[in-house]
């Protein structure tokens, strides 16, 4: 039954784009001063939505937020000022809670989309379907809230492209079900990132800035640094910065701050509960179930074989592994999976650089963590089991486009293409 209706939804988009309706510039441009609308009129829903599945942080929802709100000037920017054709653009999928790329996929390449948000964040998700679809064109526009078994029977339907955000093993399911129809994919993943420090360098600034990536919407994004690699008097030298670094951005208990998220949803919480018996605890390990509450939280001296070694924590815990020097980080990096980014700390460039061409990862970063994420102009997307693909920017707007190769020629000059039509005599062919 629900088969069969995702199937007439998926029918009626196919429609709609088939008509054209999507391609003018105006109605693209009338589309995204919808999501304008949207983001101006629904801003207090979208905050209390996102603040009730994340815990009250004030900073991620600001953020958020402005994240959302410059995706429509960006669809303007980005699209080109003779709006093309989009050539292969029936319905698409948009999954995962990236309410953003959704921003570009739609109004400014032309085409039809059923968006699946996450159910994990169930405030959102109801925002997203009960009042997006109010500003959108809904007969280019579906959103559909779904779990698990209702998005695998979904995925049973051909779309045209499918952009997933998500982990690794639910990637290779989509990817799975995507081969059936041969439909294309980008997989936006996860994994874990690794960040080395070098021995050189200002370990206040490292501290606050690997605390600020790690600990930022409690630990749950993609892109925060998941382990640090460092000598063995580095990691002495950076847990009393940490702590300094920790205190300074949620106080003393960082349970009664209102910049310190909770963990999304009960089974994720006792997942990386469990990571807490790796290595020692320096800081941090206090934990709240009632509240999904874990605290800012590092291990020293954790080994490669501990738990929270094994899978991306995607949580606010921060691991410490002790390596003899970059070379040795280097060689543990290239041990795993590629990951999402590489974070590398030195005053001195040349050990950035190193760690930077002898590694491989969707992304990376040095000195800092998650800033390259803000750069519109740089691709984003992971690389193996991080993800496939790339969007931000220009390039969300090219993922979402067919570039259809076109020749259009004129029937007139025809003796000159005797030339490449057999027989071909000794003189046709030059000889
Ligand atoms: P998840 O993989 O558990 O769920 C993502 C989506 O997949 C949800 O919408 C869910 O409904 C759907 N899903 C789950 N199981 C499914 C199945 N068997 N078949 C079909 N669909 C299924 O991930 P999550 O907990 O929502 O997010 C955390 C993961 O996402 C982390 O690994 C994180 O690194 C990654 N992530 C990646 C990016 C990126 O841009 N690369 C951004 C955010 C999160």
Redesign the pocket.
């Known amino acids: 039954m629900l088969l069969a209706a995702r199937g007439r939804l998926r029918v009626h988009l196919r429609a709609t784009w088939l008509s054209g309706k999507t391609r003018p510039m105006e109605y693209r441009v009338a589309q995204l001063e919808a999501l304008g609308r949207f983001l101006d009129e629904k801003k207090q829903d979208i905050l209390e939505a996102t603040a009730s599945d994340m815990g009250k942080v004030r900073g991620i929802r600001g953020r958020i937020f402005g994240a959302l709100s410059t995706h429509p000037s960006l669809g303007f920017r980005i699209m080109p000022s003779t709006a093309p054709c989009p050539q292969a653009g029936g319905a698409r999928r948009a999954?995962?809670?990236?309410v953003t790329v959704l921003m570009a996929c739609l109004p400014p390449a032309g085409n039809c989309v059923i968006v699946?948000?996450?159910?994990?964040?169930k405030n959102t998700e109801r925002v997203v379907a009960e009042m997006l679809s109010c500003y959108l064109d809904n007969d280019c526009f579906a959103v559909v809230t779904?779990?698990?078994q209702e998005?695998?029977m979904?995925?049973e339907n051909k779309f045209d492209y499918i952009f997933?955000?998500?982990?690794?093993?639910?990637?290779r399911?989509?990817m799975t079900?995507a081969a059936k129809h041969l439909t294309p994919v980008t997989?936006?993943?996860?994994?874990k990132n690794p960040c080395y420090v070098s021995d050189t360098c200002d370990v206040q600034n490292v501290a606050r800035r690997v605390a600020w990536g790690r600990f930022f919407n409690a630990g749950?994004?993609?892109?925060?640094p998941d382990y640090v690699l460092c000598s063995v008097e580095m990691q002495e030298k950076l847990m009393p910065a940490l702590r300094e670094a920790i205190t300074e951005f949620f106080g003393s208990n960082p349970r009664e701050s209102p910049d310190f998220g909770r963990i999304?949803?009960d089974k994720?919480f006792r997942r990386i509960r469990a990571l807490l018996c790796s290595g020692r605890v320096a800081i941090g390990g206090q934990t709240d179930e009632k509240e999904r509450y874990i605290a800012p939280t590092v291990l020293a001296d954790v080994l490669p074989s501990d738990p929270a070694m094994q899978e991306?924590i995607?949580g606010p815990i921060l691991p410490i592994v002790v390596v003899a020097n970059m070379d040795e980080a280097i060689d543990f990096i290239n041990a795993r999976s590629q990951p999402?980014v590489i974070y590398a700390f030195s005053c001195d460039s040349k050990v950035v650089n190193q760690v930077l061409e002898r590694t491989s990862s969707?992304g990376f970063c040095g000195n800092d963590t998650l800033m390259h994420v803000t750069l519109t102009s740089l691709p984003?997307?992971?690389i193996g089991n991080?993800?496939l693909g790339k969007?931000h920017g220009k390039f969300t707007f090219d993922t979402f486009t067919h570039h259809r190769g076109c020749l259009h020629r004129n029937m007139g000059l025809e003796a000159l293409n005797a030339l490449r039509y057999p027989p071909y005599s000794q003189q046709k062919l030059g000889l």
Request: charged share 10%; with cysteine; aromatic share 8%.
């Open positions: 999954g995962g809670h990236h699946k948000p996450s159910e994990t964040s779904a779990g698990v998005t695998t979904l995925l997933f955000t998500g982990s690794t093993s639910v990637g399911i989509i079900a997989l936006e993943l996860g994994g749950q994004t993609c892109i925060a999304m949803g994720q991306e995607f999402l969707g984003f997307g992971g991080s993800g969007y």
